[in-house]
């Protein structure tokens, strides 16, 4: 089994900042890529960012300035640092990793089951 667990979700007030992390666990041979997608009411589930193993990153262009992603290869842990945020940010975040488990000869997309986000006026 691969499970992804997520913290750092909440509530916070505009111009604020939370910082989400998920830790990948289970019987993992090789993560490729891990990332947050979000999804607000009424809107699709779009990519806020990711990045690879070896550190390379991807922003959606509404976060870029404001959100950092980072990893820890050898806890199996993305994060992401949020700043500035506001109201626009509000969704459920949702970790993903593009991993290889064990058992299987080819990568397959892994999600957690989303942290929720407010942002306040």
């Known amino acids: 089994q691969v499970q992804l667990v997520e913290s750092g979700g909440g509530l916070v007030q505009a111009g604020g900042s939370l910082r989400l992390s998920c830790v990948a666990s289970g019987r993992i041979s090789s993560i490729n890529r891990m990332g947050w997608y979000r999804q607000a009411p009424g809107k699709q589930r779009e990519l806020v960012a990711d990045?690879?193993?070896?550190?390379?990153?991807n922003y959606a262009d509404s976060v870029k300035g404001r959100f950092t992603i980072s990893r820890d290869n050898a806890k199996n842990t993305v994060y992401l640092q949020m700043n500035s945020l506001n109201a626009e940010d509000t969704a459920v975040y949702y970790c993903?990793?593009?991993?290889?488990?064990?058992?299987?000869?080819?990568?397959?997309?892994?999600w957690g089951q989303g942290t929720q986000v407010t942002v306040s006026s």
């Open positions: 993903n990793a593009n991993l290889r488990a064990r058992w299987s000869s080819d990568p397959y997309d892994y």
């Open positions: 990045i690879t193993s070896g550190g390379s990153t």
